[in-house]
C-alpha cells in the first residue's frame, strides 16, 4: 500500500482531514438581511464533512489492534470516506456496493485502492456481506452514522469553527440523515461553550426519520426514501440524535424543505460561489435560499438572528451533467 498521500496534505500532519476554512458569503448574506457564514467541509479531499468522523473512527480501530481490514457497505460519501481514510493509514479497505451503484462511484474508490465488492440488488444486502466480513477479526466495520468514534470526529467542524470566527454565530445550520453529523455537532457546540446557540437541523420531505421521531417520540423506520436527496437516505435516526433534541442543550428545530427547495438551492450555490454539491447539502442551504430562518422568527420559534453559521457539509454525488439533469427535471 502506498504511504501517506499529499491529497490530505494540513498544516497538522497528524490530521487525517483537511481544516476547512470558514468563509463570509456575500451573496447569502445580502439575501437573508443577516451574516452567513459557510463552513466548507465541501471542500474535504473526500468531497465531504464524513471524513473527519470515519478516520477518526479507523485510526482508534487501529490503535486498538484492529488492523487487518476496513469493510464498509456505502455507494456514497462513507463509501468514499472509509477508501481515503484507509489509504492514509495504510489498511486494505472493501467496499460492497448494491449493483445500483453507478459504475463511476465504483472506479472512483478503485482509484483510491479501495476493493470494489459489488453485491446484493439492494443495499441492505449489500450491508449484510460488510457486516458479516467486518466481524471477522481484527477487522473493522464502518457505519456510516451510528457510532461514537465518528461522532467524535464529527465534532472537530464546530472545535474548528470556534476558532476560525472572531463572533459566535446565533444560530448553527445543518442537514440530518442518519443524525451522525448532527451528534457531532451537539458535542462539538457543548465542547466550545455554544450550548446557547440552537442548531436548525434541515431534513426533505420523503428523507423525514428525525422529524418523524420527533413526532413519535422515538426513533422509527419511514416506509421508504422518497426524495432526491439521497445522502440524507437513512429509514431511521440514531437513537442518540432524538436524545440530544429532547435534552434541548443546544437547543435543536427541525424543519422540512421539498426537493424542489433543495435542487434551487443547490442551483443558486453553484451560480453564487461556483461550488457543486449534494441535495443532502442543499437542504441546508435551502434554510436560507428559501427564507426558512425567518419564517421560524416571524412565527416566535427563533429570536432575532445577527449570524448563522451553515454546514456545507458537500458531498461527491453531484456532476455537472447531474446538475443539468436537475435543472431540466425540476423546471429551472
Ligand atoms: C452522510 C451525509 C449527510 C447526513 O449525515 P448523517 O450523519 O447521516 O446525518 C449529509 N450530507 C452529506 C453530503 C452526506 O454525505
Known amino acids: 500500500m502506498d504511504s501517506k498521500p499529499d491529497y490530505c496534505a494540513t498544516d497538522n500532519k497528524e490530521k487525517l482531514y483537511m481544516e476547512t476554512p470558514v468563509m463570509y458569503s456575500f451573496p447569502l448574506s445580502k439575501h437573508a438581511g443577516f451574516k452567513v457564514y459557510l463552513k466548507l467541509d465541501n471542500l474535504q479531499p473526500s468531497g465531504s ?24 457497505a456505502s455507494g456514497g460519501n462513507a463509501g468514499m470516506a472509509a477508501a481515503h481514510a484507509s489509504k492514509q493509514l495504510g489498511i486494505p479497505c472493501t467496499i460492497v456496493v448494491p449493483q445500483t451503484t453507478p459504475e463511476f462511484v465504483n472506479e472512483r474508490l478503485r482509484n483510491l485502492g479501495a476493493e470494489v465488492k459489488v453485491h446484493g440488488s439492494v443495499y441492505d444486502e449489500a450491508k449484510k456481506l460488510a457486516v458479516e466480513l467486518g466481524s471477522q477479526p481484527r477487522c473493522m466495520l464502518i457505519p456510516a452514522f451510528e457510532h461514537p468514534d465518528i461522532w467524535e470526529g464529527h465534532a472537530s467542524l464546530i472545535n474548528e469553527s470556534s476558532r476560525q470566527m472572531s463572533e459566535r454565530p446565533d444560530l448553527v445550520i445543518t442537514c440530518v440523515g442518519g443524525g451522525g453529523l448532527l451528534n457531532g455537532i451537539v458535542q462539538g457546540m457543548r465542547d ?17 426519520c428525525f422529524n418523524a421521531a420527533i413526532a413519535a417520540g422515538e426513533a422509527v423506520f419511514i416506509p421508504a426514501i422518497t426524495s ?36 434551487d438551492a443547490c442551483v443558486r450555490f453553484s451560480d453564487d460561489h461556483r461550488f457543486l454539491v449534494e441535495p443532502a447539502c442543499g437542504a441546508s442551504l435551502a434554510a436560507v435560499y ?10 416566535g420559534k427563533l429570536g432575532t438572528v445577527k449570524s448563522v453559521l451553515v454546514v456545507v457539509c458537500g458531498g461527491s454525488i453531484v456532476s455537472t451533467a447531474v446538475m443539468e439533469k436537475w435543472k431540466a427535471d425540476f423546471g429551472m
Open 192 to 208: 466550545v461553550g455554544w450550548d446557547e446557540v440552537p442548531v436548525l437541523a434541515m431534513e426533505t420531505h420523503g428523507a423525514n
Open 228 to 263: 432526491i436527496a439521497k445522502s440524507l437516505g437513512s429509514l431511521i435516526v440514531s437513537p442518540q440524535t432524538l436524545e440530544y433534541y429532547k435534552q434541548a442543550c443546544p437547543r435543536i428545530l427541525n424543519e422540512m424543505v421539498s426537493d424542489n427547495q433543495v435542487i
Open 290 to 299: 428559501s427564507n426558512v430562518v425567518k419564517q421560524l422568527q416571524d412565527s
Open 49 to 72: 464533512f464524513k471524513i473527519r468522523g470515519i478516520s477518526n473512527m479507523i485510526q482508534k480501530g487501529i490503535d486498538r489492534g484492529d488492523s487487518e481490514h476496513v469493510y464498509c
